[in-house]
Structures are given as C-alpha cells and as structure tokens.
C-alpha cells in the first residue's frame, strides 16, 4: 500500500468520526459559514501581487517533522505583509501535522483568499472548510475518480467557494480536467513516492488549456525556480517546506520575495 493509499484510509475513517461529532447542521451555524469567501483566481492574477500561495504545514510524509514551533498567526500575517497572494492551510493531523483549527486561526488574522489543503473524499469536508473559514478548497485527481470531483466541485460552488483541482500527470488531466475547475495545480511531486521533478511542471504546462489560470505546486526552492516557472506561463506557485524550514517562515517568504523582485530587474 503507497503513502496515499494509507492517507486516504485513515480519512475515511476520520470524515465518519467528525460527522457525529460535528454534524453539517452544527457547522452551518459557525461564525464564517456565511461569510462571503474571497477569489483566489483573482488574487493570483492581481499585478501587484507575488501569485505566490505561501503555505502553512508542520510536517510532510517525505520530510518529517518541518516545523513545530512556528504559530498559524504571526507565520500568515508575515506571509501576507511580504507580498503573498494567498495562504494554503493544511489541515490534516496525521500526516502533515495541521488542524482546523489552524484555517480558523488564519481566518481570523487575514483577509486574503484561503485554501484548505487536505484530502477531501467526501461533501462533509466542503462543508467544514468553509464553515471555518476557506475560500477553496483543494480536489487530488490522484484521491478521488471524476465523479466524485464533480460532486465535491458543485457543493463548493454553491458555498461560493472555488476549486482548485491538482494533477500530477497527463493521465489526470485528461481523466479529471473540466469545466467544474476554477484553477489547476500541476504537483511536481509523485503521490505515491512522495519525490519531486520540477521538469514535470514545464512537461505538463502546455497539456494544459490556457483559459484555467495554472499552479506551479512543490518544489520551488529558489528565486530563479519561480522566475523559470512564471516565464513559462503558471501564474501561482505553491510554496511551503521552502519557507517552512526556517525558524521563521514569515521572514523567509519576505526574503525570497525580495530577491525575486531583484532577479527581475
């Protein structure tokens, strides 16, 4: 059994224990539910801004333990004030170490679009990630057939929530690219290995049609990783373990904006 296979095991087991703890009816009661969520394609494709969805996560299958002292709420008011378009938040425990409370946490702090990052595999989930505060939600081609995207896609549509499908190759694009997407993200690393190939983003990039605004995910380590990938065209780039590495990931992500704006000019 590959780590995804395990990851989506554990989940369904998970999603069944929430809906008693926290039926749906409880979670259209919460502060957020009503909220108007914020436009992550939008953000993206604002100017002014880096495209970059800088991410919060503690630990990660392929790297361990990243980061377990940095806090939700100076790490993603740091990513904004650098110039970040977006947060991602992860939000599953056992393998990457997030929570929801910490999407709330950066709710609370941030008026820029949220994604919630994690393995959705069922409607229960779309109604949580916005009941605490997401803007998007995250659709795995990999995790979950058409059919189930096209459901989970439609509930979020009707939350006002956009839909952020992640492929890995020409295979899932083919079998999971629609008109139900409002972005996608092309993951440079392998789900069931958990290895990363930043030529894959350049390889997929034009299998892509050019009307959905396209995602560079993982991988990105330096300025000249990002400044490549945005002369190819993706107009985001998902970054975390690079910023989340350091003992103050706000910092780092400010840094690295800096010398992006250097290597422009």
């Given at each position: 059994?590959?780590?995804?296979?395990?990851?989506?095991?554990?989940?369904?087991?998970?999603?069944?224990k929430r809906?008693?703890?926290?039926?749906?009816?409880?979670?259209?009661?919460?502060?957020?539910?009503e909220?108007?969520?914020?436009?992550l394609?939008?953000?993206?494709?604002?100017?002014n801004?880096?495209?970059?969805?800088?991410?919060f996560?503690?630990q990660?299958?392929?790297?361990?333990?990243?980061?377990?002292?940095?806090?939700?709420?100076?790490?993603?008011?740091?990513?904004?004030?650098?110039g970040?378009?977006?947060?991602?938040?992860l939000?599953?425990?056992?393998?990457?170490?997030?929570d929801?409370e910490?999407?709330k946490t950066?709710?609370?702090?941030?008026f820029?679009?949220?994604?919630?990052?994690?393995?959705?595999?069922?409607s229960?989930?779309?109604?949580?990630?916005?009941?605490?505060g997401?803007?998007?939600i995250?659709?795995?081609?990999?995790?979950?057939?058409?059919?189930?995207?096209?459901e989970?896609?439609a509930?979020?549509?009707?939350?006002?929530?956009?839909?952020?499908l992640?492929v890995?190759n020409?295979?899932?694009i083919?079998s999971h690219?629609?008109?139900?997407v409002d972005?996608?993200?092309?993951?440079?690393?392998?789900?069931?290995?958990?290895?990363t190939d930043l030529?894959?983003?350049?390889a997929?990039?034009?299998?892509?049609?050019?009307?959905?605004?396209?995602?560079?995910?993982?991988?990105?380590?330096?300025?000249?990783?990002?400044?490549?990938?945005?002369?190819?065209?993706f107009k985001?780039f998902?970054?975390g373990t690079?910023?989340?590495?350091?003992?103050?990931?706000?910092k780092?992500?400010?840094?690295?904006?800096?010398q992006?704006?250097i290597?422009?000019n």
């Amino acid at each position: 059994m590959n780590t995804l296979e395990k990851i989506i095991n554990y989940k369904k087991e998970e999603v069944e224990k929430r809906k008693k703890l926290y039926p749906v009816e409880l979670l259209k009661q919460q502060t957020y539910f009503e909220a108007t969520p914020v436009s992550l394609k939008k953000y993206l494709l604002d100017p002014n801004k880096t495209g970059i969805i800088a991410e919060f996560k503690r630990q990660s299958p392929s790297e361990g333990i990243i980061n377990q002292h940095a806090k939700v709420e100076e790490t993603s008011i740091g990513y904004m004030q650098a110039g970040s378009s977006a947060l991602s938040i992860l939000t599953d425990k056992p393998s990457f170490g997030g929570d929801l409370e910490d999407l709330k946490t950066a709710r609370k702090f941030n008026f820029c679009p949220i994604l919630r990052k994690d393995f959705m595999i069922d409607s229960y989930q779309v109604y949580e990630a916005k009941a605490n505060g997401a803007d998007a939600i995250l659709l795995i081609a990999a995790a979950i057939d058409r059919a189930k995207a096209e459901e989970l896609a439609a509930l979020a549509h009707e939350l006002k929530m956009e839909v952020l499908l992640e492929v890995h190759n020409e295979e899932e694009i083919n079998s999971h690219l629609g008109d139900y997407v409002d972005l996608v993200g092309v993951n440079s690393r392998d789900l069931k290995s958990f290895k990363t190939d930043l030529e894959g983003l350049k390889a997929l990039y034009s299998k892509i049609p050019d009307e959905y605004v396209k995602i560079a995910e993982s991988g990105i380590k330096t300025s000249e990783d990002y400044l490549k990938l945005k002369t190819l065209g993706f107009k985001g780039f998902l970054i975390g373990t690079t910023f989340m590495k350091n003992t103050n990931p706000a910092k780092a992500c400010q840094k690295f904006s800096q010398q992006i704006r250097i290597t422009k000019n």
